[in-house]
T-cell receptor, first 117, second 111 residues
Framework: GAVVSQHPSWVICKSGTSVKIECRSL??????MFWYRQFPKQSLMLMAT?????????EQGVEKDKFLINHASLTLSTLTVTSAHPEDSSFYIC?????????????FGPGTRLTVT | SQQGEEDPQALSIQEGENATMNCSYK?????LQWYRQNSGRGLVHLIL?????REKHSGRLRVTLDTSKKSSSLLITASRAADTASYFC???????????FGEGTQLTVNP
């Protein structure tokens, strides 16, 4: 149980376009989801925390107008990178807080590799 | 900023040897977790140790936690080539709101 999926697993887009990444909790309801960014050979950096039905909370230095997060249901959160630029190329990983007694633990998706050309 | 610092940054060993990775953190924690990440892939949760625990085992993994020194170690015994990956520690603060990752250790196990 507690599986998190992401779609797409990789995407290549042109500079200036927008890209949407989906994160789904497959077998549980996730009131809280997290979005991380990871550059090559570096650690995960938390970008934002999203709660179902409310606005996301962004970490310092993360542009909320550039990285739009929508957590419209208990099983789906989306991250839209708007007007993407090459420096946005990165590995984006979502995570969902677990259900029930595991609500303080997080389950991670497999990541989405974004390449902006 | 990242709370956890890990050392070594990179570790290369021969198959069958043990691998030890260390993690230090700065503030009080609820728990500390270790994750593995194969190149270009997502995270795999390995083990969680709570702040009131000192040692935990899972298969070939042994994790210790010293809250007085704000440090943890991950020991992988009898390593295998398939253990080659990056290993991250992550701490959950006492407020419980976020998971903060360390910088990671790149482990290479040579066959």
């Amino acid at each position: 149980g507690a599986v998190v999926s992401q779609h797409p697993s990789w995407v290549i887009c042109k500079s200036g376009t927008s890209v949407k990444i989906e994160c789904r909790s497959l077998d549980f309801q996730a009131t809280t989801m997290f979005w991380y960014r990871q550059f090559p050979k570096q650690s995960l950096m938390l970008m934002a925390t999203s709660n179902e039905g409310s606005k996301a909370t962004y970490e310092q230095g993360v542009e909320k107008d550039k990285f739009l997060i929508n957590h419209a249901s208990l099983t789906l959160s989306t991250l839209t990178v708007t007007s993407a630029h090459p420096e946005d190329s990165s590995f984006y990983i979502c995570s969902a807080r677990g259900p029930g007694d595991n609500k303080y633990e997080q389950y991670f998706g497999p990541g989405t590799r974004l390449t902006v050309t | 900023s990242q709370q956890g610092e890990e050392d070594p940054q990179a570790l290369s060993i021969q198959e069958g040897e043990n691998a030890t990775m260390n993690c230090s953190y700065k503030t009080s924690i609820n728990n500390l977790q270790w994750y593995r990440q194969n190149s270009g892939r997502g995270l795999v949760h390995l083990i969680l140790i709570r702040s009131n625990e000192r040692e935990k085992h899972s298969g070939r993994l042994r994790v210790t936690l010293d809250t007085s020194k704000k440090s943890s170690s991950l020991l992988i015994t009898a390593s295998r080539a398939a253990d080659t990956a990056s290993y991250f520690c992550a701490t959950r603060g006492t407020s419980g709101s976020r998971l903060t990752f360390g910088e990671g250790t790149q482990l290479t196990v040579n066959p």
